[in-house]
């Protein structure tokens, strides 16, 4: 199946949007755990 | 909860991004006709950033009139975040600028009027770095983010519809219609929700990192 250069570019741009948004989400959590034992 | 509705955002704007390239149809009377696609990305970042200066005009209403420094803490993050988005939206508006108009930087108003709404917060960063006192920063701080109420509507609203400009017609034009294909409609609303979402959680997350270092720093002293 050609995925084509659109396909390309909306994969990267995915990429990009699940990285930042897994970093948020690891902050979170870790600011979860900061709050906790201050 | 809060974890299902940041995967909800996670697939809200991956939808966007799949919208923007395969949902909405090419916008007609560009001189590179994919390149109008950046207004799914490029406009809402201009709205985040409008919406972070104007919120930090709220609370620093608040922190006028109650003195709390909870109120203080998420105006500055809340500018912060407009500068993030508003830096944002310039460096992906000059590089548009580039393939449609022949310049990255071309003195558009909007161009303008963006960068000078990006001096003015820069310069209410640089008023609270020249402060130690704590209240005194934040009375301070708190007056000139207030002035923003008049500045930044001025700067992002008036001052494109009152002069000549290259960029497209905004969203709203100057006869008062929203002249866009319609999916090209729901995928720009669609991404302007997911931004306004997104400087939220943005917003709390780096309000509650600047409390719990501000707590630390306080009991080591």
């Known amino acids: 199946m050609e995925i084509g250069a659109l396909g390309w570019v909306v994969g990267v741009n995915l990429v990009i949007w699940t990285g930042i948004f897994l970093y948020l989400l690891r902050l979170g959590k870790r600011l979860r755990e900061m709050e906790k034992g201050s | ?221």
């Open chain 2, 1 to 221: 909860m809060k974890t299902l509705l940041a995967w909800l955002l996670w697939l809200w704007i991956s939808l966007v991004i799949v919208g923007a390239f395969f949902y909405a149809p090419i916008a007609e009377h560009f001189r590179v006709p994919g390149s109008s696609r950046i207004v799914f990305f490029h406009v809402p970042m201009s709205w985040a950033s409008f919406l972070g200066f104007i919120a930090a005009a709220v609370w620093s209403g608040m922190y006028l009139a109650r003195r709390n420094p909870r109120h203080d803490r998420k105006a500055a993050v809340a500018i912060q975040l407009g500068l993030l988005f508003g830096v944002l939206a310039t460096v992906t508006g000059a590089m548009w600028a580039r393939i449609e108009w022949g310049a990255w930087w071309n003195w558009d108003p909007r161009q303008t009027s963006m960068l000078v709404s990006l001096l003015f917060y820069a310069a209410y960063l640089a008023l609270r770095q020249s402060i130690d006192e704590p209240e005194r920063r934040a009375r301070l701080a708190a007056a000139y983010a207030l002035l923003g109420l008049v500045v930044t509507p001025f700067l992002f609203w008036i001052v494109p519809r009152i002069t000549f400009s290259l960029h497209p017609d905004p969203v709203v034009n100057s006869s008062g219609k929203v002249e866009m294909a319609a999916r090209i409609q729901h995928v720009l609303y669609a991404s302007g929700l997911g931004h306004v979402a997104l400087f939220f959680w943005i917003h709390n997350l780096q309000s509650r990192l600047q409390a719990v270092t501000e707590r630390k720093s306080y009991l080591q002293e």
